[in-house]
């Protein structure tokens, strides 16, 4: 395998010094696309928010800031990403307005009926199987509870497609295929938008 398909892997589960990067990396990286998906979020003030597959943290910190009333839950399977989200989140774990959980989005360990809001930035590509794992988020949201999904690709792009056909185990998604396992793990109102210049995408659904 080439460094670069080595380094780009790093982005489906950050490990070791590749991974650290990586994590740091994708804090910058990835901050246009979140704050342009945000802007999709419901009029709410949700109490209890989760982060899924938060990588390095930085969004779940953007969610604290933009969100003053909240608790956020930040979740990752990988241990890299882990220490990196409570290395920028410490002030705000210390003030007991962040937890960092280490954890599958397949199979969460989280308490039933108990999030107002669930985001998923740029890593339902590695989820394994969308069904399965939207259940998963479905039973942790409160009745009424929204999830939001941001993909930078919209599943035609031809990087997306590259980046797909490189690392092992990602998979891009089109929109109604998001749609319809949401709407398959018990979601009710699915609502998509794209981005006006980019294959962006972001997905709300409400349980
Ligand atoms: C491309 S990164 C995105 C990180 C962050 N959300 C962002 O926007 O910068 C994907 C993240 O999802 C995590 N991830 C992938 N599959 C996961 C799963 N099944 N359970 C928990 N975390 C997962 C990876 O470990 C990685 O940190």
Redesign the pocket.
Known sequence: MGFLNKLFGQ????EGILGKFM?FT??S??SK??DWGMTYLPGISPEQIV??????G??AAELLKRYPGSHVTA????DV?VAKSVAINQAMIKAGRCTVQQ????DLKLPKGSFDLAT????I????GLEI?FSQVSAVLKPGGYFLICNESDGLDDTGQKFAKIIDGMKVYQVPEIESALKAAGFSEVKSNHHSSNPWITVLAKK
Request: hydrophobic share 30%; net charge negative.
């Open positions: 982005t489906r589960k950050p994590v994708m804090n990286g990835h696309l979140a982060d899924l597959g938060c990588g390095g930085r969004n979740v990752d399977y990988s990403s954890g599958d989005v397949s998923a930035f740029e890593t590509y590695f989820w394994p794992c």
